[in-house]
């Protein structure tokens, strides 16, 4: 579903401030697949989601995406069959509209023509999906008027109504309370086996990313690390990963070290 | 008299609903509207000179600044730099190009042609001609707003509302916004245009100069509209414009006729719609400090509301 060859992203480049933020990522991902991925801060994470989805544009390397290459496309193309869910819940929604125009917004995608699709059989249809999330009575009520928690859930409850391809969850849950966040975590994975999505979510959580999904990668220093998918990953622990991600980030720096000495 | 102020307010009404398009709906700070408004102006002045009948020549206006309104979207979206000074930059330019429109003079008058406001006194004849033009010019608002207000109902027009929200959610639904930005600046400019179209013929000249500070005085026209009523519906807004258009212009106009009294001059007028402006921004948040804080106040009187209910329970 979507092959990534040789990803690197360089920041800067050419200036003191030069920073090697992916280095040269090789990924396949498959369709149904949803993947994990950890990695402390910094590692790379969130700047192989925004080269993903077009935030940015690679340095070099090659993305397939669905058996088209995508590597040049501009975010909002790209934004037709990849869905994206930021963790900033103000991303995803805008606040100065009401929930159904923003629903009616989500509802297809691409440009939109002089129809007026938003009629009370739509209405209903919303209504009934909002149900959900318990926002069925607030179709008229603006978003900004929401919590954080609410927002999210329908930022969910909207991508997946344009039935994307893939998912890309950045750390959706981190901004919301501990309640809302597990409200928004069932949702995610109520709608990942419903819809039978191919999601990759970034976490902070290693249980979780232990427990979620069917394959689990671990970012460092703008490479990925580890790769470990199916009855491997479901007989991991929380502290075999640690000691694993001390292992391989020692033998990582001793490989920079040796790179470096040659030079 | 009081005619007279309606019809000027209803003209101006027009571009302040331009200029709510731009500035509150796609929040986009576009000052292409001081060069805009008068391009509309001497396009319709020509285009009535040499003869073209008054509905094309306000047609020829509204295209008019629908292309410099795209002229300052596509600066804006191909160079990326800020709306303000690609607005900027097509409204100087648009000087010039004005007064090649009006033959290279700063100054064009209407004089026996017939103009929509010679000839709605013949249209309706049975009532004054003041309320004639009154009347016609309504009509013509009236017009403006439902097709404006039925726009921002359309599916395309609800994701414009929402790229002023939030650009990435646009983005995120598959939506390029920069072609959102040229229809919407776009039709912006348009109204603006269209609005200078019918300001030449009611004061009876084009004038070069016609547009100078018309974005700040509008942006005060909306801002005295917002104090009437808060709403989010499309078509109270554009109904708050006009009112507020009206108001803005009754508030000059008293300010012409009496203003000598506190010895204020025409000269002046800039300055006190700045001010006017500025006293505005200032109330409104001043209003908006006091409804969080009366927000705080409720939720907490609310929570403590809740704890006395739960300790009388007992005793129930």
């Known amino acids: 579903m979507l092959e990534l060859t040789s990803v690197t992203k360089v920041f800067y480049p050419g200036t003191v401030n030069e920073k090697l933020a992916i280095d040269g990522v090789n990924l396949h991902v498959n369709k149904g697949d949803v993947v994990c991925i950890v990695g402390s801060n910094g590692s790379g994470k969130s700047t192989l989601f925004n080269l993903i989805s077009g935030t940015y544009p690679v340095t070099a390397g090659k993305m397939v995406f669905d058996g088209a290459d995508i590597t040049s496309k501009p975010e909002y193309r790209r934004a ?148 470990v998918s199916g009855e491997e990953k479901s007989k991991l622990t929380v502290e075999a990963l640690v000691r694993l991600f001390k292992d391989l980030r020692n033998k990582t720096y001793a490989n920079d070290a040796g790179l470096l000495t040659k030079a | 008299m009081i005619e007279g102020i309606f019809v000027d307010g209803l003209v101006f009404s027009i571009m302040v609903i331009g200029i709510l398009i731009s500035y509150r709906i796609l929040n986009f700070a576009d000052l292409t509207c001081d060069g805009s408004v008068a391009t509309g102006a001497a396009i319709a002045t020509m285009a009535i000179v040499n003869g073209f009948p008054i509905t094309a020549a306000l047609l020829f206006a509204f295209l008019g600044g629908v292309g410099a309104g795209m002229v300052t979207a596509a600066i804006h979206n191909k160079l990326k730099i800020p709306g303000l000074l690609a607005g900027i930059l097509t409204m100087t330019m648009l000087y010039s190009i004005n007064l090649r429109i009006l033959g290279n003079k700063a100054n064009v008058p209407l004089l026996r042609v017939s103009t929509l406001y010679t000839k709605l006194p013949l249209f309706f004849g049975f009532m004054a001609p003041e309320w004639a033009s009154l009347v016609g010019t309504l009509l013509v608002v009236l017009f403006v707003k439902i097709i404006v207000d039925v726009f921002f109902r359309t599916d395309l027009g609800v994701s414009m509302g929402a790229m002023g929200g939030n650009e990435q959610m646009v983005i995120s639904q598959g939506i390029n916004p920069e072609v959102l930005k040229l229809m919407g600046i776009g039709l912006s400019n348009g109204l603006i245009a269209l609005s200078g179209g019918l300001l030449a013929q009611y004061q009876g000249f084009a004038d070069a100069n016609l547009g100078q500070g018309m974005v700040v005085q509008g942006l005060a026209a909306i801002m005295v509209g917002e104090f009437l009523f808060s709403s989010n519906r499309i078509s109270l807004l554009t109904l708050r414009a006009i009112l507020g258009a009206i108001i803005y212009k009754a508030l000059m106009f008293f300010g012409r006729k009496y203003g000598y009294l506190v010895n204020i001059t025409p000269n002046d007028f800039k300055l006190l719609t700045g001010i006017l402006v500025i006293a505005s921004l200032f109330i409104a948040q001043t209003r908006s400090a006091a409804s969080s804080a009366g927000a705080k106040r409720k939720a907490i009187a609310r929570s403590e509301g809740r704890r006395t209910a739960k300790e009388e329970v007992p005793h129930a």
């Not at chain 1, 629903?103 to 149900?131: D, F, H, P, V």
């Not at chain 1, 391809?165 to 919301?176: I, P």
């Not at chain 1, 959580?205 to 069917?214: K, P």
């Open chain 1, 80 to 227: 037709m069959t990849i869905g994206r869910i930021f963790q900033d819940p103000t991303k995803g929604t805008a606040a100065n509209m009401s929930i159904e125009d923003n629903m009616i917004t989500a509802e297809t995608k691409g440009m939109k023509g002089l129809r007026i699709s938003l009629n009370n059989e739509k209405r209903q249809q919303y209504r009934r999906l909002l149900s959900l999330i318990g926002l069925e009575d607030r179709l008229k009520d603006n978003v900004g008027l929401l919590s954080g928690g609410q927002r999210q859930a329908l930022t969910l409850l909207m991508m997946v109504m344009s039935r994307p391809k893939m998912v890309l969850l950045d750390e959706h849950t981190a901004a919301l309370d501990p309640r809302n966040a597990q409200t928004v975590m069932d949702l995610t994975e109520r709608f990942i086996a419903e819809y039978q999505l191919t999601a990759m979510m970034v976490t902070h959580n290693m249980q979780f990313a232990i427990d979620f999904g069917n394959r689990l990668i671990m970012m460092d220093e703008g490479s990925i690390i580890f790769d």
